[in-house]
T-cell receptor, first 109, second 115 residues
Framework: LAKTTQPISMDSYEGQEVNITCSHNNIATNDYITWYQQFPSQGPRFIIQGYKTKVTNEVASLFIPADRKSSTLSLPRVSLSDTAVYYCLVGGGYQKVTFGTGTKLQVIP | DTEVTQTPKHLVMGMTNKKSLKCEQHMGHRAMYWYKQKAKKPPELMFVYSYEKLSINESVPSRFSPECPNSSLLNLHLHALQPEDSALYLC??????????????FGPGTRLTVT
């Protein structure tokens, strides 16, 4: 089961692009990388998922290098409402879902 | 409807009480999950139901008893809990199979306090 490592916390000013990196050195061939966002006292919310290269949706981009040993969640032009904990998950097949320790992002006005 | 609902929102119970948490979804999802989340920690998987059958039990103590009466409902029966069981209990659902590749939809959680 791939283990993930993320920074514990990050600060960013409003309007800036934020990049959160997740390390997963022992990712397996059939593993996908998924990111969730969680606000205090709420359930996590799916942000984006990818397998390789780059994935983009309306809220974020996910960059995955060729060796897939890390991934970077990119949030463009963050606002105060993006203050939350961001979790990186790695898994596939019928593995259980395991959340990493998460990165607490604080957006500063 | 992409919502997972959980009741109650808050629950305070004594160590000798019996109570139940309820979760409901109407998205046609066939996998449902229970997670436990302590303050400032990530959610920890407890149980997974796939097609109404228990597929994963993460060695959870027997004082927690899950039940999936049908594909839309998930219950967590609580009995003789300990103060350390106080946490946010999250329910989630996904399309099928309990695979990590399927997007999970989470409910708002039940804040449980055991006194």
């Amino acid at each position: 089961l791939a283990k993930t490592t993320q920074p514990i916390s990050m600060d960013s000013y409003e309007g800036q692009e934020v990049n959160i990196t997740c390390s997963h050195n022992n990712i397996a061939t059939n593993d996908y990388i998924t990111w969730y966002q969680q606000f205090p006292s709420q359930g996590p919310r799916f942000i984006i998922q990818g397998y390789k290269t780059k994935v983009t949706n309306e809220v974020a981009s996910l960059f995955i290098p060729a060796d897939r040993k890390s991934s970077t969640l990119s949030l463009p032009r963050v606002s105060l409402s993006d203050t939350a904990v961001y979790y990186c998950l790695v898994g596939g097949g019928y593995q259980k879902v395991t959340f990493g320790t998460g990165t607490k992002l604080q957006v500063i006005p | 409807d992409t919502e997972v609902t959980q009741t109650p929102k808050h629950l305070v119970m004594g160590m000798t009480n019996k109570k139940s948490l309820k979760c409901e979804q109407h998205m046609g999802h066939r996998a449902m999950y229970w997670y436990k989340q302590k303050a400032k920690k990530p959610p920890e998987l407890m149980f997974v139901y796939s097609y109404e059958k228990l597929s994963i039990n993460e060695s959870v103590p027997s004082r927690f008893s899950p039940e999936c009466p049908n594909s839309s409902l998930l219950n967590l029966h609580l009995h003789a809990l300990q103060p350390e069981d106080s946490a946010l209990y999250l329910c989630a659902s996904s399309l099928a199979g309990g695979r990590p590749t399927y997007e999970q939809y989470f409910g708002p959680g039940t804040r449980l306090t055991v006194t």
